[in-house]
């Protein structure tokens, strides 16, 4: 916005205060900001994958399309811009054609690592399980103590049923960051699942009291089986009555 302040006609600022909008999820206050850069410059790649994305988050996914697909016949090799098409590609169901988007989308820019995220749950949804692992193999190469990685690692095996390399993968996503309520819920259920309670409950503690909404329920449900399975009735009665 102070870009804009000072220089009305700088079509970056608009580009960037759109953008960061839709990350803020507030994409219907980033469409007439990023359409008024358009007016400025019809070539700026960066408005057209903000539009995008704004687009789909707003339902209007056909919209989300077109401009995707104007972007393109401008620039068809901006990163930025096949990601996005990619993400609105997934909105009506064109999974493999977005994969085809997001495999073009690494290639142009091998070491941003938000793409081969969405690529690999993109596969993982899709049942190509082994290329999905393989992603994941590759963004620990490029930041071996990623703890989002590991954790994902982990989800992958463990949908193919390789549950021990699944609690390693957990076990390190923790190591990493500690605070992770989601990694912390995941290994606890490993550890539950292998009827070791008394590490499912250090672990559901840590989760509770990490958690800030989303698993803080279910860790804490969990946590009180785990004393009940540790002999901790009272405890696990109480854990069981608030949950």
Excluded at 32 to 48: D, K, T
Excluded at 84 to 103: D, F, I, K, P, T
Aim: with cysteine; proline share 3%; aromatic share 12%.
């Amino acid at each position: 916005q102070r870009i804009i302040d000072i220089n009305a006609r700088d079509v970056r600022g608009f580009a960037l205060e759109a953008s960061s909008l839709v990350w803020q999820g507030q994409p219907s206050g980033a469409i007439p900001i990023a359409l008024s850069g358009l007016e400025l410059n019809p070539r700026f790649s960066l408005l057209y994958a903000t539009l995008t994305r704004s687009y789909v988050d707003t339902s209007r996914w056909r919209e989300g399309l077109d401009m995707a697909e104007r972007g393109l016949s401008i620039d068809s090799s901006d990163p930025n811009l096949l990601r996005a098409y990619a993400y609105a590609l997934q909105s009506v169901a064109e999974y493999e054609e977005a994969s085809l988007y997001l495999e073009q989308s690494i290639e142009l820019r091998p070491t941003f690592l938000p793409t081969y995220f969405e690529l690999a749950g993109l596969y993982l949804s899709r049942d190509r399980d082994q290329e999905a692992i393989d992603l994941y193999d590759r963004i620990l190469a490029i930041n071996p103590r990623n703890a989002r990685a590991m954790l994902r690692q982990c989800l992958a095996y463990r949908k193919v049923g390789e549950f021990a390399r699944a609690l390693g993968f957990c076990e390190d996503s923790v190591a990493n960051d500690a605070t992770d309520p989601e990694a912390l819920f995941q290994l606890g259920l490993l550890y539950y699942r292998d009827r070791r309670f008394n590490e499912s409950r250090d672990t559901f503690a840590q989760c509770v009291e990490y958690d800030v909404g989303t698993y803080d329920l279910s860790c804490l449900y969990r946590l009180g089986l785990s004393h009940y399975y540790t002999g901790d009735c009272d405890t696990g009665w109480d854990l069981l009555q608030e949950s």
